[in-house]
Antibody
Framework: EMKLVESGGGLVQPGGSLRLSCAAS????????MSWVRQAPGKGLESVAK????????FYVDSVRGRFTIFRDNSKNSLYLQMNSLAADDTAVYYC??????????WGRGTLVTVSS | QSALTQPPSASGSPGQSVTISCTGT????????VSWYQQHPGKAPRVIIY???ERPSGVPDRFSGSKSANTASLTVSGLQDEDEADYYC???????????FGGGTKLTVL
């Protein structure tokens, strides 16, 4: 069974940092682009970061560029999102997703990040 | 790249058809990488249409997609109770930006 499992979410103070992890299984991780998509409470979906197969190229939405870093470890079938300088509007469920030709065809269950003092 | 525009809500009775629109600029749909996602409350989204008209295996053929100029559309035919959910469109408009989503449409089955 193909699966993505996120971890690392939680409560963090404004200005703080958090690292999300995503463990992939059941498919060839190193042959797929990967992304993080977030959803603020009661709001829509936002694609925040994307990484190519070998990690050599990364793409970010403007609102997180310079604060978030996406990276991957193909030897561990894992995807990560390092989030720094967190603000209240970063509060969201963060989904690890597999991307195939600009469609997200496999989703994790998500991990909740809450930024609050 | 700005978010795509969807109506906040749509509704229909069981057995009826409903069409949800997704509007962007003239560049947003230059490529045929338009997808639609269904999300039930408390669940992760799942793709139901990709590349404008294609359905992943396991998605009923009641779901269909189309595109014209700067608008993409999702049609749900023969509405069923389990179709009640939020629906999101997305598109790739070229360049190095991530995929952009629409704001979502809440579909209610009356």
């Amino acid at each position: 069974e193909m699966k993505l499992v996120e971890s690392g979410g939680g409560l963090v103070q404004p200005g703080g940092s958090l690292r999300l992890s995503c463990a992939a299984s059941g498919f060839s991780f190193n042959t797929h682009y990967m992304s993080w998509v977030r959803q603020a409470p009661g709001k829509g979906l936002e694609s925040v970061a994307k990484i190519v197969l070998d990690g050599s190229e990364k793409f970010y939405v403007d609102s997180v560029r310079g604060r978030f870093t996406i990276f991957r470890d193909n030897s561990k079938n894992s995807l990560y999102l390092q989030m720094n300088s967190l603000a209240a509007d970063d509060t969201a469920v963060y989904y690890c997703v597999r991307e195939v030709f600009w469609r997200f065809d496999l989703w994790g269950r998500g991990t909740l990040v809450t930024v609050s003092s | 790249q700005s978010a795509l525009t969807q109506p906040p809500s749509a509704s229909g009775s069981p057995g009826q058809s409903v069409t949800i629109s997704c509007t962007g600029t003239s560049n947003d749909f230059d490529y045929n990488y338009v997808s639609w996602y269904q999300q039930h409350p408390g669940k992760a989204p799942r793709v139901i249409i990709y590349e404008v008209t294609e359905r992943p295996s396991g998605v009923p053929d009641r779901f269909s997609g189309s595109k014209s100029a700067n608008t993409a559309s999702l049609t749900v035919s023969g509405l069923q109770d389990e179709d009640e959910a939020d629906y999101y469109c997305s598109s790739y408009a070229g360049g190095s930006s991530p995929v952009v989503f629409g704001g979502g449409t809440k579909l209610t089955v009356l």
